[in-house]
């Protein structure tokens, strides 16, 4: 990203990244310099260092990030996931948290969250939705009412 020529500058100037807050600049660094985070800093920035790994195609990151995004999943931060990987275009992830969704739909769909995810992800509430009826659809085709 630097190297290129439309980055060239002195190295006097300023690079500014402006959609990382400095602790989480910080994280990517150390990630970029160890091949790794600590798990409290992984907690904490995995979100804005998915982001980081996709704008900046850092596959590695991204396979980290996604690695602790699925060990990590529960109902209080699957829409938070599912949101995340639907902005990287991650289908094959993200149809494994739909499914964690649809699964936990009465956990999800009665958090304080629902409604302000809706209003924000109104295509991922669709998605959410189908998802759910074509389950309830097949267990009712199988006899599986569990």
């Known amino acids: 990203m630097l190297d290129s020529d439309s980055c060239k500058s002195s190295p006097s100037d300023t690079v500014t990244i402006a959609e990382l807050t400095h602790e989480e600049l910080e994280s990517l660094l150390e990630f970029l310099y160890r091949g ?9 920035h995995v979100y804005s260092l998915m982001l980081a790994s996709h704008k900046y195609e850092i596959p590695y990151l991204h396979k980290s990030c996604e690695r602790h995004l699925l060990e990590n999943l529960n109902v209080s931060n699957a829409l938070d996931v599912l949101e995340i990987l639907d902005f990287c275009s991650h289908q094959k992830l993200k149809d494994v ?8 739909i ?3 769909v009665f958090s304080a969250k629902f409604e302000a995810f809706c209003t924000k992800n109104p ?14 659809r097949d267990r009712r085709r199988t006899g599986d009412h569990c």
Not at 97 to 104: E, G, T, Y
Not at 123 to 136: K, W
């Open 106 to 108: 009465d956990d999800i």
């Open 36 to 44: 790794s985070l600590a798990p409290e800093k992984m907690d904490k």
């Open 97 to 104: 948290v739909l499914s964690f969704v649809v699964k936990n």
């Open 123 to 136: 295509h991922l509430s669709v998605q959410i939705t189908r998802a759910s009826l074509i389950d309830a």
